[in-house]
C-alpha cells in the first residue's frame, strides 16, 4: 500500500463531531451557548442559569430555576473525608492537583458511578458544580493557614464561592465581574479539555474519570493554566511604563507570550470585550487602573507587532488579581465554572457515541527482525 495518509497535526482544522452545545464563528467574532450570544447571557444571566441552559437546552422558567438553586445549594457540602483528603495533599502541590483529585474522589465515593443514564450524569454534574468551589475555597484558605468557610444557603453560585474564600461576600461590581468570567468561561466547543472529556467518554468510561481527565488537560498553560502565567508575566512587568519593551523582548527571542492566540479565532476572541469590560470595573472599584494601562500597553504592543489578539484568559488573569484571589486559584476557578460545559459535552457524546479512536502515520524504522 503506498497511499501517504493526510496527517492532521494537532486536529488544526479538523471538524471531530456535530454538537447543539455552542457555537463558534471566527469570522464575526461571535460565540453562542445554545444559540444565545454569550454577551448577551453575561448581560442578563446568573451563571446558574446557564448551567441550567447548558444541561438542559433552554433557560429555566422561574420555578425550574428555583429548584435548580435548591438543588445546587443542598449539595455544596464537602464531607469530612473529602476536606480531609484536601487537606492531607501537600501544599507544594499545585491546587489543580486539587480538584483533579477531589473529582476522582467523587467518583470513587459514588456506588452508582457507572450509571451513565442522561438523568444520572445531570444529577452527577450538579453535583461536582455545586462542590467544587467548596474544595478550591477550602484549599486556598488552607495555603494562607485559615479554617474553611462553610458554604452559604442563602447566597448565589459566585457570591457563596467569594464568600468561601474571603470570609464575606465582596461588592455588588466585584460579585458581577467574577459572574461575568463564570459565564465567559462556561463552554467553548472542542476545545483541548472538552475534547479530553469527550475521548474518556466514548469509551463508556464513567463521568467522573472525563471530568478528571479534561482537568489535566485543562491544566496546561497552553491553555487554561494561561491565566495565572498573565498574572505572573504582568507581575514580573511591574509597571506599565516597562510593558512595551518586555512585550519587544519576548518577540524579539520568539518566546510565546500567554494569554495571547487562539487556534480558532484569528481576528480577536469573542468573549475577550465583555471581560475587559469586567476587568476595567473591578480595576475601578480596586484603584488597579495599572494594570488596565499595562493590559493596553501588551495588547497594542503585540497587535501592531504581530496582529495576534489577547484571548479571555488575558483579562481575567489581572481580574481575578484585583478581587483578591492567589494566582494558583486562577484556573481552577476556570474548572468551577467549565464543569458545566464538560458534562454537557460527555452527556451528549453518550447520548450519540462512536469510540474516538483516530490513525496515525507511522515514521519510525521500517519493520526488521530480532537478532537472536
Ligand atoms: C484557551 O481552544 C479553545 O477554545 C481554548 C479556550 C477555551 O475557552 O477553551 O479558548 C481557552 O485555552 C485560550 C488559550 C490560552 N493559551 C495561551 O494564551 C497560550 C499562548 N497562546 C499560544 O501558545 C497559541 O496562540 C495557542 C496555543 C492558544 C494556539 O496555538 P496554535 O493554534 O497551535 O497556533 P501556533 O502556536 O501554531 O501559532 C501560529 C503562529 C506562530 O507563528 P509562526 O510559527 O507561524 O511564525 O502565531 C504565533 C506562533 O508563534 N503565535 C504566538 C502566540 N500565539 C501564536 N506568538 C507569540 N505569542 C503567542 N501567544
Known amino acids: 500500500d503506498t ?29 453562542t451557548y445554545r444559540g444565545y450570544a454569550v454577551q448577551d447571557l453575561a448581560a442578563h444571566c446568573s451563571f446558574e442559569q446557564v448551567a441550567y441552559l447548558l444541561w438542559n437546552g433552554e433557560l429555566p422558567t422561574d420555578a425550574e430555576l428555583t429548584l435548580f438553586m ?45 450509571d451513565a443514564s442522561p438523568t444520572a450524569n445531570r444529577a452527577k454534574s450538579l453535583r461536582m458544580m455545586a462542590v467544587l468551589p467548596t474544595i478550591v475555597a477550602a484549599d486556598h484558605r488552607r495555603r494562607r493557614g485559615l479554617d474553611p468557610v462553610a458554604p452559604h444557603h442563602s447566597l448565589g453560585f459566585a457570591e457563596n464561592f467569594l464568600n468561601m474564600c474571603f470570609g464575606k461576600v465582596p461588592d455588588a461590581e466585584i460579585v458581577k465581574a467574577f459572574e461575568v468570567s463564570l459565564i465567559l468561561y462556561a463552554e467553548h466547543s472542542f476545545n483541548a479539555s472538552t475534547f479530553a472529556a ?4 466514548s469509551t463508556m468510561s464513567d463521568i467522573y474519570s472525563a471530568v478528571t481527565a479534561a482537568i489535566g488537560a485543562l491544566k496546561g498553560p497552553l491553555h487554561g493554566g494561561a491565566n495565572e502565567a498573565v498574572m505572573h508575566d504582568m507581575l ?19 518566546e510565546k507570550v500567554m494569554g495571547f492566540g487562539h487556534r480558532v479565532y484569528k481576528h480577536g476572541d469573542s468573549r475577550v470585550p465583555t471581560m475587559k469590560e469586567a476587568f476595567r470595573d473591578v480595576a ?40 483578591g484571589f492567589d494566582i494558583e486559584v486562577f ?36 519493520q526488521r527482525s530480532v537478532v537472536a
Open 236 to 254: 514580573e512587568i511591574g509597571e506599565p511604563d516597562r510593558a512595551e519593551e518586555w512585550m519587544r523582548g519576548k518577540l524579539a527571542r520568539k
Open 284 to 323: 475601578a472599584h480596586t484603584d488597579g487602573e495599572k494594570w488596565v494601562r499595562m493590559y493596553d500597553i501588551l495588547e497594542k504592543t503585540m497587535g501592531d507587532a504581530t496582529g495576534i489578539k489577547p484571548n479571555l484568559d488575558f483579562p481575567t488573569g489581572p481580574a481575578y488579581y484585583l478581587m
Open 3 to 31: 497511499a501517504v495518509p493526510t496527517t492532521f497535526k494537532g486536529l488544526a482544522g479538523v471538524v471531530v463531531d456535530t454538537t447543539a452545545i455552542s457555537k463558534v464563528v471566527p469570522e464575526t467574532n461571535s460565540l
Open 70 to 114: 435548591q438543588r445546587e445549594r443542598a449539595e455544596r457540602r464537602a464531607d469530612r473525608s473529602l476536606l480531609g483528603l484536601v487537606a492531607k495533599l501537600p501544599e507544594s502541590c499545585h491546587p489543580m492537583d486539587v480538584v483533579r483529585t477531589a473529582i476522582s474522589y467523587l467518583g470513587a465515593e459514588d456506588p452508582a458511578e457507572a
Open 198 to 201: 469527550r475521548v474518556v467518554t
Open 331 to 366: 484556573t481552577p476557578i476556570f474548572v468551577m465554572s467549565r464543569i458545566t460545559g464538560w458534562t454537557a459535552h460527555i452527556i451528549e457524546q453518550s447520548e450519540s457515541n462512536a469510540l474516538i479512536r483516530p490513525l496515525s502515520e507511522y515514521t519510525g524504522v521500517p
